[in-house]
Structures are given as structure tokens and as C-alpha cells.
């Protein structure tokens, strides 16, 4: 393991992460400033130091070459658990992109096709209505898988809280939000066929809106597979893949040696000159102990989420550094896992999946589909999140993100624990964010590369 990868990590808290076929390199041979990413791992320590995260693992990759590694902090505070490249974090929405990727394994197969209506493999969704002013009328067009994926089907979410103790608000989907939550609903299979009793919130291709579609379509897959969604994802994803850690739930023994703490992060003091907050604390959200986690075998959700959260706090995979790492690899090696040798999907599936489909008229009748409220350049794929011109993906969930940078062969990992809405003191995208502090690393290095000749 490269001796700079470590140089900015305190002597006791360096830890190391091996991936087959990822070797670890110095940055400056990738054309990235040493100096900038080390600040970027300090920012992660002051974050840390003044309570803002109890720990943080995250990485980043350049041309199949491991250029940074910083993994420091705690894994549960309480209980003294350092952070390794192997605890678990909550994926929320980043369970998403696997659901789309497990889709697309069986599309190339012609099991399946994008614009097959959802009804011809859960009928609970034939002839659906749409609410509209307080009144409901046939829906335009049945919703199909294309629909789903995209989040234009109609569907949408909520409502949600950090942890079950707090009050729900009201909802369009309260009803059967309390019935996932109470354990009412034993299967996807059952929560699918309860929720096409619910109106659509509109037509089907009219608009965007972040949805449970990517639940519907695990179900989708269980159906055409026969298998439950997570065999199904051990057998076309995780084990192609390298992900050795990633599941649905884990038992309470694994939890204590992996499972992250989960925290909500709250402001305890602010800066008198910015007024932004400046130090932290955090309060425990998912059992006192790792074993009492809504994420552990026994207490977990009986709904297998394709899609993230489920019912109002809980649901969707637990993943580690390691393993979303061998994700990204995947997608931006054109589908083939470095890690293990296998090509989890075709290349031309690869390119398909990376692109804006709001833009695209099987998406949609209108010109372009507005996304997540972005900007105008920000898209919508399958994956995520799609920036055209930069062609950029990224996803990401309540505390964990990645980003994948195709013209530059780049991607980051970085996962936490802790969730904050707060912005915070001296905060600067170049430094204190990872995505950031590699845009910056590049230019850094070319500027100080024109200046030697010079």
C-alpha cells in the first residue's frame, strides 16, 4: 500500500482497503495534486473534531488505479468501533442503482422489456387512476417499466421520518406507510398490490417526481426471475460483482462487528461572525445497541426494497466502502467487474443506462422532463443523476454518495453515518467535499505543471 495514500491520516487511524486489480497509486502519476487531496483528508478530521460526523470511509479511483484512501473515525461511536473499509452504512437510494442494473441483466436476456406495461407481471396495476383536484379520472396511458425506472410513473414517496419514535405528518401514502412500519405487510409482493390501490399523483409520462417505482420494479424481478430480490441480486450482481458485504439485513452478530451507528447530527453552537454552525453532537437514531438495528435479522423490514426506504425510515440494502467501490468500477469499466473477471453487462448497456433519458420520447411526449430541481443540466438516468455536457453520474442516499466522472475514468465513494441539514463554518467544495477536492486536485496539478515550464 502506497506510503502517500497514508501520509494525511493520523498515525493509529490509517487504515488500508485491498481490492483485486485496483492497485494503489501515488495521485501526482495520475495527474492529481498530493497536496489537495491530504487537505481534503485534514477537512475530514476537523468535520470529526468538531462533531459533525462521528466517522468517514470514502475512496477514489483513476483508471482502475486506487489514488486515495481515507478511513478514519468511528464506526459506533458508543461502543468504540473504529470505521474499516468493511462496516456497513444505510445505501437508502443508492440501493436504487442496483435494482437498475439487476433490471437491465435481464433485459439483455429479453426476459423482459422496458416499455412492457408493469400490469402484464403485477395486474394489481390495470387500469389505474389518476387524482386530479380532488377528483379521479382513468389514467391516460398504463404505467410501464420504463416509467417506473424513471420516476414518471405517477407514484411517489412518503412520508418519512429519521427514527420511529418520531411523529409521522401526513401523506398520501400514510396509511401504508403505518402498515409497512407495524410489519402488516409481510412481502413485496403484498406491499406492491396495496399500493396500486393508491391514485396516481399524475399521468404517467406527464412529469418527474422521486418515486417508489424502483420498488415496483424489484418486484418486477421476482416475478420474472422466481427468485426473492435478494437472491436475485446475490446471484446477478453481488457475487459477479466482488460484493461481499452488501445484503439486505445481517445478523446481530455481524452487526457488532460491522453495522454503522446511524446519527442525527444537531447544531450546538455557530460562529458569532458567519453565524453558521460551527460544532455538533450527535444522538443515536437506530437502537441503542448495533444488534437492536432495523437493519438486523429478526427486526428488519419484511419488504425487500428495490428501491431504498420503505414504509417510513427503514428498508433498502447495507453496503461498505469495499463494495460500492467494486460497483462503480463496474459501471465505468463498461460492465466488466475488474474485481472478479466477469462482465456483469454489456457495453453498449453500460452507454444505454449513462445518459439523460429525460430527454428521451419513450420517457416522455414533451421536449425535455424536469428532474430533481437541479438545474436545466442536470438529467435523470436509470443510475442516478446525469450532467450531459461534463458527462457525469452520480447517486446518492440520506448519508452515503458516489460520483463517476467517464471522460476523466474517475469515481469517489464516500460513505458516513451521520445526517445533517445544517451547512457548516468555512465550508469549501474544493476541500471539504471529496467529488470537489478531486475537480480541484486536476486543475491544482496543471496549473503547477504550467508554471515548472514557465
Known amino acids: 500500500f502506497c506510503s502517500e495514500l497514508l501520509a494525511c491520516i493520523p498515525k493509529g487511524m490509517a487504515k488500508k482497503m485491498r481490492l483485486p486489480n485496483l492497485p494503489p497509486c501515488d495521485p501526482e502519476a495520475m495527474r492529481l495534486d498530493k497536496e489537495t487531496l491530504q487537505n481534503h483528508s485534514a477537512a475530514n478530521a476537523r468535520q470529526i473534531a468538531m462533531g459533525y460526523m462521528p466517522g468517514v470511509a470514502e475512496c477514489a479511483v483513476k483508471d482502475n488505479r486506487l489514488i486515495y484512501v481515507d478511513i478514519r473515525g468511528y464506526q459506533d461511536k458508543e461502543f468504540s468501533t473504529e470505521m474499516s473499509s468493511r462496516s456497513l452504512f444505510r445505501c437508502h437510494s443508492m440501493t436504487k442503482p442496483i435494482t437498475a442494473v439487476a433490471l437491465m441483466t435481464l433485459w439483455e436476456e429479453g426476459k423482459l422489456a422496458l416499455d412492457d406495461p408493469v400490469h402484464k407481471y403485477i395486474p394489481a396495476f390495470k387500469d389505474m387512476k389518476v387524482l386530479r383536484a380532488g377528483r379521479l379520472e382513468d389514467a391516460k396511458r398504463p404505467i410501464t417499466l420504463r416509467h417506473l425506472v424513471m420516476h414518471t410513473s405517477g407514484l411517489g414517496y412518503g412520508p418519512s421520518r429519521e427514527r420511529k419514535s418520531e411523529k409521522l405528518e401526513d401523506g398520501p401514502y400514510l396509511p401504508l406507510v403505518k402498515r409497512i412500519d407495524s410489519g402488516l405487510i409481510k412481502n413485496l409482493k403484498s406491499f406492491c398490490n396495496e399500493l396500486a390501490k393508491f391514485p396516481l399523483q399524475f399521468h404517467p409520462g406527464d412529469r418527474w417526481e422521486y418515486s417508489m417505482g424502483l420498488d415496483v420494479i424489484g418486484r418486477v424481478l421476482e416475478v420474472v426471475s422466481g427468485l426473492p430480490l435478494d437472491r436475485l441480486f446475490r446471484q446477478r450482481i453481488f457475487r459477479k460483482m466482488g460484493m461481499k458485504d452488501t445484503a439486505f439485513s445481517v445478523s446481530p452478530r455481524k452487526a457488532r462487528r460491522q453495522l454503522t451507528a446511524y446519527y442525527i447530527t444537531k447544531v450546538r453552537s455557530k460562529n458569532r461572525r458567519t453565524k453558521l454552525p460551527n460544532n455538533f453532537f450527535t444522538r443515536r437514531a437506530d437502537g441503542c445497541h448495533p444488534q437492536m438495528s432495523a437493519w438486523v435479522q429478526g427486526r428488519s423490514l419484511k419488504v425487500l426494497s428495490g428501491g431504498g426506504i420503505c414504509g417510513s425510515f427503514a428498508g433498502g440494502l447495507l453496503s461498505s466502502l469495499r463494495d460500492q467501490t467494486s460497483f462503480c468500477n463496474v459501471l465505468l469499466n463498461q460492465g ?119
Open 336 to 454: 466488466f467487474a475488474t474485481t472478479t473477471g466477469h462482465q456483469v453487462l454489456k457495453p453498449n448497456t453500460v452507454r444505454l443506462l449513462c445518459r439523460d433519458w429525460l430527454r428521451m420520447k419513450s420517457v416522455s411526449d414533451k421536449q425535455k422532463l424536469r428532474g430533481w430541481g437541479m438545474g436545466r443540466d442536470v438529467g435523470w438516468c436509470p443510475l442516478g443523476h446525469w450532467m450531459p455536457k461534463e458527462r457525469l453520474m452520480f447517486m446518492g442516499g440520506i448519508t452515503t454518495n458516489w460520483s463517476i466522472n467517464f471522460p476523466t475514468k474517475t469515481f469517489q465513494v464516500s460513505m458516513t453515518s451521520s445526517s445533517c441539514e445544517a451547512d457548516v463554518h468555512n465550508w469549501d467544495d474544493r476541500r471539504d467535499d471529496l467529488s470537489g477536492a478531486l475537480d480541484h486536485a486536476e486543475k491544482v496539478w496543471r496549473r503547477k505543471r504550467r508554471l515548472q515550464r514557465d
